[in-house]
């Protein structure tokens, strides 16, 4: 039997049952209009708030996943609590959703780590949301839609505490060469601003998704690092730019932009979120 990761957040960040959960993802999903997709899709950026917040901005992202059939995806995610440990990881062979469980591939993050000069540490039970949360969209996205997929995929999930340069950059690069031969999909989970008015978050942000677009990770560290612009998972975005470069991607390209106060109706204090696709160009 699978040790399987408990939820801390089902029930509160997402619908607590099974059947409730799928019809909300499905309708964030088909709500999701996409522009056409010039190329193969190597990755998503998501947000990573309550469902009710970013859900339908998180649907952009994963609509564009559908129809895909990695053997493992990626996900990487801040990590918001205190640790010691620059990478962390799920030390259970599994997370549980109330759609079932997301078995971790182990050998991939062994062959991962023999890539990376940083370790990364399993941890139990932890409570970070920003991981799980991405997951129900991938289980209704990939597997949701594919019933006759035998063999779904599997995950490997990694949280970035030391949300540095030289973190991102050896992670990504690292990933790079893991998943060279492997039928894989990369998921960076952030949220943009937090807690300005409407007006300012939308320049902030919008200044942040130009930096997720120019491809060019370094640039998205630069923009953290003095201000002009702001993403609570900046390192897992930088990460995941540097992998998909190496594995061929070309261009990024924003689907969807809101904030919270787009939802509640209160502009004074809004947390920005942002969906965009990773691309290698045809």
Known sequence: MLDV?????AGT???GNAKALARTV???????????LDGEVIGVIAPHAGYRYSGAVAGYAFAAVRGLRPDLVVVISP??????????????????????NVEVDKAALVELSSHLDIPITPVFADKEHSLEIELPFLQRALIGRSESQTRPYKLLPIMIRAQEVDVARKLGLAL???LKDKKS?????TDLSHFYDQTTAKKLDSEMLKRFESFDPESIFEAEHTGKAFACGHAAVAAVLWASRELGANKVKVLRHATSGDVTGDTTSVVGYGAAVVLKGR
């Open 5 to 9: 990761r408990p939820s801390p957040i």
């Open 13 to 15: 960040w997402y619908e």
């Open 26 to 36: 499905d309708e964030y999903l088909n709500n999701a209009q996409l522009p056409a």
């Open 79 to 100: 990590f918001h609590n205190f640790s010691n440990h620059p990478l962390l990881t799920t030390a259970h062979d599994a997370y549980g959703t109330p759609l079932g």
């Open 176 to 178: 790079a060469k893991m």
């Open 185 to 189: 999909l990369l998921v960076a989970s």
